[in-house]
């Protein structure tokens, strides 16, 4: 039986449950559930703190873990990351108050707080920063700076709000661009069959959800310049209309496209334009 590690609180457990609901997996129904089996699939979930995950897939005892990419890197647990989720996506960043420094070259010597000491070591000395002095904090770390602890931060940022909201500045480039992704132990096997079969079904879950599939009337003559619109992923469906002279074309395209290629179609001549989500895929 497989055995799988969710995260079963923060930003990334709901998202993770939902795409393996979504990917035909049982999950949980109260979050006092600790541990599932999914007896259909031959899985077995265990609903663990994010931040464990890695150290557990790394170990061996589990095969696959969703976690955070910061997190996997601040762990530096023997695990590797196989497959990116898209979910949960933000940056990780140094911040201070307006002048502290501004680039991670002036943050030598200073009291840094995080939650991530891990990403902030290794980050600091790939660019030869030295004498800083990391103070770990479990959250709201941005306040640590009001609270005198530290002179700098280095802290998860998404939409920029909480650093705002403190009158606090981005220092220097981002450490580094997170999200969720799947992880397995560094050096398993990647002929595992049940392995192989439960990355599938995710990555056909990422599938349906990136693309529409588009339907369209237009006129046999101008079937190749609407094709080039809409290539398809291996090639465009086209079947003749009832009507003489006409065309059917069937095609999936990128759902963030999906308005600006219909408005290129109809400008070419197509009619009866349909996007349909697609529920389920394999490609
Ligand atoms: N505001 C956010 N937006 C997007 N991703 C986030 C955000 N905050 C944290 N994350 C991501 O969530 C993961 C950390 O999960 P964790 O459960 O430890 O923290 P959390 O989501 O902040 O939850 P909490 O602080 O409530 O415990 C990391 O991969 C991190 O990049
Ligand atoms: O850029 P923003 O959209 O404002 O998001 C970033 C904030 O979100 C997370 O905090 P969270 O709410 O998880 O609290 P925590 O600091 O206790 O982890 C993170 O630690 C930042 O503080
Ligand atoms: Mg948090």
């Not at 703190?49 to 005892?61: F, K």
């Not at 589990?62 to 940056?91: C, H, K, M, Y």
């Not at 990555?203 to 349906?208: H, M, T």
């Not at 090639?235 to 290629?261: E, F, K, Y």
Request: aromatic share 4%; charged share 20%.
């Amino acid at each position: 039986m497989l055995r799988i590690a969710i995260p079963n609180k923060g930003s990334l457990s709901e998202p993770a449950t939902a795409m393996l609901h979504e990917a035909g997996y049982r999950q949980r129904s109260a979050s006092k559930e600790l541990v599932i089996v999914d007896e259909q699939n031959d899985v077995e979930f265990f609903y663990l703190r994010p931040r464990d995950i890695a150290v557990y897939v790394g170990s061996g005892r589990l095969d696959i873990g969703i976690t955070g990419r910061d997190l996997l890197l601040d762990s530096a647990a023997p695990a590797q990351e196989v497959l990116p989720l898209g979910f949960a996506r933000s940056t990780f960043r140094f911040a201070g108050t307006p002048g502290t420094a501004s680039t991670v070259h002036d943050l030598a010597g200073m009291a840094i707080a995080t939650s991530y000491p891990g990403v902030v070591a290794k980050h600091l000395a790939e660019h030869g920063v030295d004498g800083c002095n990391l103070v770990r904090l479990d959250g709201a770390v941005e306040t640590s700076l009001q609270l005198g602890v530290a002179q700098a931060i280095a802290d998860v940022v998404e939409t920029g709000t909480t650093l705002a909201h403190l009158g606090l500045k981005v220092i220097g480039d981002p450490i580094m661009e997170s999200e969720g992704i799947v992880i397995r132990p560094a050096g398993a096997p990647t002929t595992n069959e049940s392995v192989t079969r439960f990355l599938r079904r995710l990555e056909s879950v990422l599938v349906a959800r990136a693309y529409v599939m588009m339907d369209y009337n237009i006129r046999t003559e101008h079937v190749e310049t609407a094709v080039a619109l809409t290539p398809g992923l291996q090639s465009p469906t086209v079947s003749p209309l009832h009507r003489d002279g006409w065309s059917a074309v069937r095609a999936m395209v990128p759902a963030d496209q999906a308005q600006r290629i219909m408005d290129a179609l109809e400008s070419v001549g197509a009619h009866a334009i349909l996007a349909t989500s697609i529920h389920a895929c394999r490609i």
